[in-house]
């Protein structure tokens, strides 16, 4: 098991004065994932840069090794993936153990389920907890097996990939990337079309870069929100050249910090702005946020812009569920910035932040009561009462899970007494230099 789930690191945010600087989130999680796993299934050389160097994205990188990639680090965050091509995988020797990663995990059973090998899937205690299910019933369609699993379709599992894979047309019960990946990236290595249809449009990282590599992808939209997607099996993807930008679900929280900071002033560069991950900004807009588009750009095929962020009296709103899929991970930030408005925020739909890496729904609402906010839980909504400021003073927690820790966090930055969380370690996994960022700031954080 990964060492970050045995030795937890207690930390605490006060009350800081103004934000200032200027800062640059991490490479986008999403796309460094991806840039291992289809450098590993493509032949010759990818060459990507502005790589996330967290633990999730590491564990990746191992696993694409264990598969027969060769897999070098060049300079910060500029890696070089010698990959072995779609149908060259070998069988690995260890167990694959993506620590905390769940979209590690489940895009790597894509993979390893589309070729006939067999591989052994583990994690740390949250990804234990997650269900893959979701993941291994298309796969069975597809020709995989589970020789083993633990109960309920969770990790440990050993999956035998299909040996001669079958392409399917497969509808997502849920609106997920990562059940769309797992069953695109399996389809890599079968003949014909395989297809995809989701009724709420979900990152289309993966489609993105698959076309990058040279694979043939169709995209059509699909009823109101949705999307059809076909890839055509056994392409000859090529090794590429990756730029990553910066990861706008960790550019989110010293943005929203530098809102909450009466008086701040806070530039975030090269933030990714992908229409099906900006949601957060959509929101803060909605409520009143002093956010400007200083300079908007291109970096490795997805639109960017720096942004500038001030200090700024917030509203409540009510956040339709069809946003859920263009913000699921910002949740627990965004009920953050909500206690600070004035007037109730309802955010509908989040049955999906029940299987994060902790029950997001239920980890944001006990570290709001510990904070003295007043919310509650109605259904699959969150509705937080925003009194334009918090008391905090209490301890969130984490429950190994990096987006809880850090949205607590920032939440003490502007609370009366400040705010601690029982675990920090975990912020590693997307965001390892949080805290010397949020410090260059200006943020009593440590
Ligand atoms: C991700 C997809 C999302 C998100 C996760 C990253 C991805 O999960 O929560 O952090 O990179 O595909 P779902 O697609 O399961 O909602």
Known sequence: MSAHASIPRPAAARRSGPLRGRVRAPGDKSMSHRAMMIGLLAVGETHVTGLLEGEDVLATAKAARALGAH????????????????????????????????TGARLMMGVVGGHPITARFDGDASLRK??????????????????????????????????????????????????????????LNAPGATTVIEREASRDHTERMLRHFGATIDVEPFGAHGRRVTLIG???????????????????????????????????????????????????????????????????????????????????????????PSMIDEYPILAVAAAFAHGETRMRGLSELRVKESDRLAAVADGLAAAGVVARIEGDDLIVDGRGAARGGGIAATHLDHRIAMAFLVLGLAAEAGMGVDDSAMIATSFPAFMPLMSSLGAEVG
């Open 71 to 102: 897999v070098e680090r060049v300079g910060e965050g500029e890696w070089r993936i010698r990959g072995v091509g779609v149908g060259g995988l070998a069988e690995p020797d260890e167990i694959l153990d993506f620590g905390n990663a769940g």
């Open 130 to 187: 997650r269900p893959m299910r979701r993941i291994l019933d298309p796969l069975i369609e597809m020709g995989a097996s589970v020789v083993e699993e633990a109960a309920g379709g969770r990790c440990p599992l050993t999956l035998a990939g299909a040996r001669e894979t079958i392409p399917i047309v497969y509808e997502t019960p849920v609106a997920s990337a990562q059940i769309k990946s797992a069953v695109l990236l399996a389809g």
């Open 234 to 324: 056994h392409p000859e993807l090529e090794g590429s050249r990756v730029v990553v930008p910066a990861d706008p679900s960790s550019a989110a929280f010293p943005l929203v910090a530098a809102l909450l900071v009466p008086g701040s002033d806070v530039v975030v560069e090269g933030m990714m702005m992908n229409p099906l991950r900006i949601g957060l900004i959509d929101t803060l807009l909605e409520m009143g946020a002093d956010i400007e588009f200083l300079d908007r750009g291109q970096a490795g095929g997805e639109d960017i812009a720096t942004l500038r962020v001030r200090a700024s009296r917030l509203t409540g709103v009510d956040v339709p569920a069809a946003r859920a």
